[in-house]
């Protein structure tokens, strides 16, 4: 699986801690910036991130930013992007099973062992792929091409 990873200079630090926590796991890893702790938009990496699923370049996407809630809204701008901000493992699970998620955004203020249990709860969770799961993701993807 190759995972995309983008943030702002908020998230940067903690980006870089994720990279090194998911490359211990033998995940690919596509960095989709920032580089530095320079100010910068959040805006555009998470729309890099959006491009790269939508590429397929990766598999799934994790955004940082200071709360998260920028990147997960700058994320479902993009279309086909389902992007979740989640705060907790229960969001994880659920936003992966019942929505069927292809990003995540998460809040740089997280302590890491909630950052690694978050990730690791999405990435292990399969698509429930029950009708009425499946119903609703075709009703947003509807709506998009309008």
Do not use: P
């Not at 939508?54 to 279309?79: H, Q, R, T």
């Not at 998620?101 to 998460?106: D, F, H, K, P």
């Not at 609703?136 to 509807?142: A, G, M, V, W």
């Amino acid at each position: 699986m190759i995972i995309g990873i983008a943030s702002d200079h908020r998230g940067f630090k903690k980006k870089i801690k994720i990279i090194k926590f998911l490359k211990n796991k033998k995940y690919q890893i596509k960095d989709y910036g920032t580089d530095s702790l320079e100010n910068v938009d959040y805006v555009d990496f998470a729309f890099k991130l959006g491009a790269g699923i939508n590429n397929k370049e990766i598999d799934f996407g994790i955004a940082l930013c200071s709360n998260g809630i920028g990147m997960s809204i700058a994320c479902n701008k993009v279309k086909n992007i389902r992007c979740a901000k989640v705060n907790n493992e229960k969001e994880a699970k659920e936003a992966r099973e019942d929505n069927n998620v292809n990003a995540i955004a998460l809040s740089s203020q997280l302590y890491m062992f909630e950052i690694k249990d978050i990730i690791s709860k999405v990435l292990k969770t399969k698509f429930k792929s029950f009708e009425r799961y499946n119903r609703r993701i075709e009703k947003l993807r509807k709506y998009e091409e309008k």
